[in-house]
């Protein structure tokens, strides 16, 4: 019958049979026995071994057929293992532990669960929702343990947003695979101390750089746990991101001040001085045009950012860092205190920006990771707990390797 030999190859047996096929009520149940003689492997430590004696029959769901239910019906066996010293049950080719669905359907429901919610999947399968959790915690935890950490060179450091009400956590990417290697709850010193008691050991003598905005909690840990000759970065698109908060905070000084003479002058502008002149459209560009033969502070702080834009142009450290110390100077004398105070902190942080000229890399990749992972989020309706959380990103993000089978149901 065509079906047995459909079922044998794709659950990829050669100890075990298809004794019948049957249909029975709306589901198709297929009886699976053991090839009489054949030593079959130990359950604990896979040594071939002698058979012993049968379990009661199991139950084992199936991956479904066009739709109809699918179940496999088989009796385990007990061998008897010499290297165990015991009595173990085999180790079951089409399923894992205990564990009453078989691999295939396990896989398939991981693979379903990287592109569709996990509550989508549970009903297109008629499973749990908790089965589906199960089924990406399997999937998860063998690529955990077969991933290799060791040839990571660059790593990003960041915090995500989970849930409202400033609920953080921090994540580890790897900059050159774009793949995520760590995920903790919080942003605190503790959260990134975990990442380097799991995975500090297999990051020495590889790790070259790190890159991180200037959170001094991060900073603190890397500086303790990486070797000396592995740069820290402060991510360019952190220090620019806070360089638009100082402008924007001058517009809105300046915005008040003028609020009895003249309201409407700076209203709905302020993505006019953020923006770079070559992303300005036109009715923004011919507004600045006219904005700029005022006398204005927020021009000048404008001014000012457009001008510390030529920093990352640099190719050479001394030249770039003579160039900052220039621009720290205009910044400090520009009567804006905003500018002032982001000058001075560059001057806090210089040495870490300084290395941007030893290891261009940034976080624009952490970033770009970080609106995937926001999508993951969204696409479920959130997750209650960050177990799950982590669940769900590394099997989406983690580019976790998978065994190899002889079918793919998906």
Partial sequence: MLIKRIVKKTLNVKRHKVLKVVEKGDQIEIHMD???????????????????????????????????????????????????????????????????????????????????????????????????????????????????????????????????????????????????????????????????KEHGKALKGTLKAVCCDMWQSYIDVIEQNVEEDVVMVFDKFHIVGHLNKAVDEVRKEEARTLKKDNPELLKKTRYIWLKNPENLTDKQRSRLGYLEKLNLKVNRAYLLKESFRDFWDYTYRKSAKKYLAKWFWWATHSRLEPLRDFAWMLRGHQEGIMNYFKCRITNGVTEGMNNKAKTVIKRCYGFRTIPTLKLALYHCLGKLPEPKFMHRFV
């Avoid at 079959?40 to 040594?47: A, D, E, F, K, S």
């Avoid at 908790?130 to 290799?148: F, I, L, P």
Wanted: proline share 4%; glycine share 8%.
């Fill in 34 to 196: 053991v090839c009489k003689r054949r030593r079959l492997p130990c359950g604990t430590c896979q040594r071939l071994s002698a058979q012993r004696d049968r379990l009661k029959q199991r139950r084992f769901k199936h991956v479904p057929l066009w739709g109809i239910p699918v179940v496999l019906l088989y009796r385990p066996v007990r061998v008897t293992c010499t290297v165990c010293g015991g009595i173990r049950v085999e180790n079951i080719p089409f399923s894992q532990g205990k564990s009453r669905m078989t691999t295939g359907l396990l896989w398939t429901l991981s693979a379903m669960a990287k592109i569709l919610p996990w509550k989508t999947v549970a009903q297109m399968y008629q499973v749990s929702w908790n089965t589906v959790q199960a089924a990406v915690k399997q999937a998860v935890d063998y690529g955990v343990n077969h991933r290799d950490v060791g040839s990571v060179i660059y790593i990003g450091i960041d915090e995500i947003s989970r849930r409202k009400g400033h609920k953080y956590a921090t994540v580890v990417y790897d900059l050159t695979e774009k793949r995520i290697l760590w995920m903790g709850e919080g942003r605190k010193k503790e959260t990134l101390e975990e990442f380097f």
